[in-house]
């Protein structure tokens, strides 16, 4: 009952048989620091350099609630593939008859290490694939894997936040006193999130949606082959024009709705803004730039183009994307109503090689030249933070 079509078409290796999917995931309360020796070492978390507890989520991929467990301490040994393998182990009898061969679990790579109970189980898994040693990218398989995997995944994290939102006892260190009683306290706020909130339904995520999923998750990135044959990856000025964005007048203008479409989701465009914004701080131009593709006379060569966009994350890093697209002003782009004016895209940061909607970098570049720049109020984030706040590096607002 509380497994969507989309999920039961999307994991399910046979569709026409109803199987339980489930998605697993940790949370956690603050607690103060105990006298009890033994518990203030047990319920120190070095991820998050606190002393907290973790409750555990069961949920459907509708939102339902099926059960919260726990909680568990938050030390080494009690990290999430552990907790999972300790409530399969001692609660055989009730784990057994929820989660029953064939049946699906969705989790985090937290929980690589319980692969094999899964396996031995017969349970099916689905996770976000991990990088193997000296590698820097996913393949294009993997991405899209990871990619049909937080397609769902991110249902049990809004469940999460809706109990730290609706009961505000969750938002903050619970006192010591309460520690006892906070797994009970967790179960009925479940209980009361299933009986008076409604279910979690994505946009769109009916059946039609998630065969498009499956059938982009085969296709090859014929972007990523380019610049790979080609060796598009060098700094070659002799192959690349730089121009500014507003130089380029044959790019598709796209919709909203075309974005979430292509990009399969809204977050990554809720991003662009950020991402925007940061490239033409940090390049210090007013100008978006880009780079075309020289051709055999050494003109710019329309559909193809290459941008830097800097990582969010780390100051030092910068990632190469390229997009291939079909100009406006191509003879054959008006027998394409029907189809995507975005022939294809690679990136190269960890995910950028995926097929399945887009890395929030390749996002970012195809909002503001497709919507943006079109539009006459854009918002992008506030500064007045970068105003009031002195840096003792004097770095360029």
């Not at 697993?24 to 907290?52: A, C």
């Not at 999972?84 to 929980?111: A, K, S, T």
């Not at 689905?126 to 990088?131: E, V």
């Not at 291939?324 to 975005?342: K, L, Q």
Request: net charge neutral; glycine share 4%; proline share 5%.
């Amino acid at each position: 009952m509380h497994v969507t079509e989309f999920a039961n078409e999307l994991y399910s290796p046979v569709p026409q048989t109803s199987r339980v999917i489930a998605i697993i995931d940790g949370t956690y309360t603050y607690m103060p620091k105990s006298t009890n020796f033994r518990v203030l070492r047990q319920s120190y978390s070095i991820h998050k350099g606190r002393h907290l507890i973790k409750p555990v989520l069961i949920v459907a991929p509708n939102g339902w609630i099926l059960n919260i467990q726990g909680p568990y301490f938050s030390d080494h040994q009690n990290n999430d593939a552990a907790i999972l393998e300790n409530e399969f182990h001692h609660d055989v009898d009730r784990m057994r008859n929820w989660f029953q061969e064939d049946d699906i679990i969705i989790v985090d790579r937290g929980y690589r290490d319980a692969i094999p109970l899964f396996e031995e189980l017969g349970i099916k898994w689905k996770m976000p694939a991990l990088l193997n040693r000296n590698e820097r990218q996913l393949s294009t398989e993997d991405a899209n894997e990871s990619r049909l995997v937080t397609n769902s995944r991110w249902v049990v994290e809004a469940r999460n936040g809706h109990l730290r939102s609706i009961f505000k006892i969750f938002q903050h260190s619970v006192q010591i006193q309460q520690i006892p009683y906070i797994g009970d306290l967790y179960r009925i706020a479940g209980a009361v999130i299933n009986r008076y909130h409604p279910i979690i339904l994505m946009d769109g995520a009916n059946i039609e949606m998630a065969q498009a999923l499956l059938e982009r998750r085969r296709q090859p990135n014929i972007v990523q082959a380019r610049v790979e044959v080609k060796n598009l990856y060098t700094r070659n000025a002799q192959r690349w024009v730089r121009l500014n964005a507003g130089q380029i007048q044959d790019f598709p203008i796209l919709t909203i709705q075309e974005l979430k479409d292509l990009i399969f989701g809204i977050y990554q465009v809720k991003l662009a803004p950020s991402y925007v914004q940061d490239k033409l701080r940090r390049e210090a131009e007013d100008e978006f730039q880009l780079e075309m593709l020289r051709g055999e006379n050494r003109l710019p060569e329309p559909g193809f183009m290459r941008i830097r966009v800097f990582s969010r994350f780390r100051n030092a890093t910068r990632h190469q994307l390229w997009i291939a697209y079909v100009p406006t002003n191509d003879e054959e782009n008006e027998h394409m109503e029907n189809e995507s004016h975005i022939l294809g895209y690679y990136c190269s940061c960890k995910s950028g090689a995926r097929t399945v909607g887009t890395c929030a970098h390749v996002a970012s570049v195809i909002w503001f030249l497709g919507y943006a720049q079109n539009e006459e109020h854009v918002k992008y984030p506030s500064n007045r933070l970068l105003e009031t706040i002195q840096d003792a590096g004097n770095r360029p607002r």
